[in-house]
């Protein structure tokens, strides 16, 4: 009897053009509108290689090895993934005629150990990139300056007498030790490493609640293949609340044949998204499949819940799941990101409440940090929602009376 009601429960689902638009079909031209409005965005915010000068003098050449010229030598490769400066090496008097043809954003002049200054002609983004970087060098230097002048200090009487240098020369022996520590940093191969993932974008929390979205859709198929069971709500379900059948098994395989119909559904976005429209969910598949599974029966828990509920018409609970969807996905970041950042700052209980934010969090972190215990809290999270839901819709169908059929 199971395997009989859930063949035809499957198939009545897929002949109901209706579900099929907004489980199948709206997900797949949402993911096509995102495309097309978030495609040219981050192209468009990128920040442009930077025309810069250097000028050369004795404290700073482009064969130098202080820490200015080693950052500037990295920032200025031609053609790497960290490239933000087109640089030229010149003297100042051309530094200053590039820089009133607007040729160059503006140019950097090292004059002492602890002299140094950056000069442009007007203010603008580039602009304070090319000053940000030179502030963010020195302070480099300043804690490199410190840990070599408590060493000296620690040290003072050794350094004199290997190194020969009195208080008159300590600048020049500072140089000469500044140098040294640079070359070793060298030698060691000490290097910053970005740990971050390759993929990141701003825009894929949209897609994150698309998915979501999607999973909290196939609640309508749940919603229907319950309300057949129902003698209020169709003619199917007064036979089968009549019928000498199990009605466990009737709920249970209708509840199975939603769940399938919604994976296949959430199975054809991710194809569309990842070969179609190419976006990159990053290299954790499946994590990334079992949270959509467990978001997906949360979806179909919480149109079990409706249908067992309410005691409306099914467009009336058809309304009450798009609503709810709708609004989980706005407060989830769909219609702007910094909606959920403002939610959890603000109200933190609503998105912990959210299923769709659950959703979409599990993601964000598979995403964005390098360990699971965010992702995991989300997915036992929707696991807790989806039983709490199943269980207060089994003790509300269990006490429907009618009084006729």
């Known amino acids: 009897m199971f395997f009989h009601n859930f063949k035809y429960s499957f ?24 495309n097309m409005a978030f495609q040219d965005i981050e192209k468009n915010e990128k920040l442009d290689i930077i025309d810069i000068a250097i000028v050369e003098n004795d404290f700073l050449d482009r064969d130098s090895t202080s820490l200015f010229n080693q950052v500037f030598l990295n920032l200025g490769e031609e053609g790497s993934d960290t490239q933000l400066f087109n640089i030229q090496y010149v003297e100042e008097e051309k ?21 140094s200054r950056v000069v442009v002609n007007r203010s603008g983004i580039n602009e304070t990139v090319f000053q940000s970087v030179v502030g963010e060098i020195l302070q480099t230097q300043e804690v490199f300056k410190n840990i070599s002048e ?44 970005d740990m971050s993932s390759k993929n990141l974008s701003y825009t894929m929390i949209e897609y994150y609640t698309l998915i979501a979205m999607t999973c909290l859709y196939g609640g309508i198929l749940g919603m229907t293949a319950m309300n057949q069971c129902l003698a209020n709500m169709s003619h199917n379900g007064k036979r089968v609340s009549v019928a000498p059948i199990s009605k466990a098994k009737l709920v249970l395989s209708s509840a199975c044949s939603s769940y399938l119909t919604q994976l296949i559904g959430l199975l054809l976005l991710f194809l ?22 467990v978001g997906s029966l949360a979806g179909l828990s919480l149109g079990i819940f409706v249908a067992s509920i309410f005691k409306s018409n099914e467009n009336t609970k058809v309304g009450v799941m798009i609503a709810f969807t709708m609004f989980g996905c706005v407060l989830a970041g769909m219609m702007g990101i910094t909606m959920k950042y403002v939610i959890d700052k603000n109200i933190p209980l609503v998105n912990y409440l959210n299923p769709v934010n659950m959703i979409t969090d599990g993601f964000y972190a598979l995403y964005y940090y390098d360990t699971l215990d965010r992702y ?27 009084e006729y059929i």
């Not at 990053?282 to 949270?291: A, C, F, R, S, V």
């Open 11 to 34: 198939k009545s689902l897929f002949r109901n053009k209706m579900l099929i638009f907004w489980t199948f079909a709206f997900p797949i031209i949402l993911g096509t509108l995102f």
């Open 95 to 115: 530094a200053e005629e590039l820089l009133s043809k607007n040729q160059i954003t503006g140019y950097f002049v090292l004059e002492g150990v602890n002299d």
């Open 150 to 193: 408590k060493w000296v200090n620690d040290h003072v009487q050794d350094l004199t007498k290997d190194t020969k240098a009195g208080t008159e020369n300590f600048d020049s022996w500072y140089q000469d030790l500044y140098t040294n520590i640079v070359q070793k940093l060298n030698e060691e191969n000490i290097q910053i490493q």
């Open 272 to 293: 569309y998204t990842i070969f179609v429209i190419h976006v990159d969910y990053g290299n954790n598949l499946p994590l990334i499949i079992l949270l959509s599974l």
């Open 376 to 402: 995991f809290f989300n997915v036992i999270s929707l696991v807790l929602f989806s039983l709490l839901l199943i269980g207060i819709s089994t003790l509300c169908l269990r006490r429907q009376k009618y």
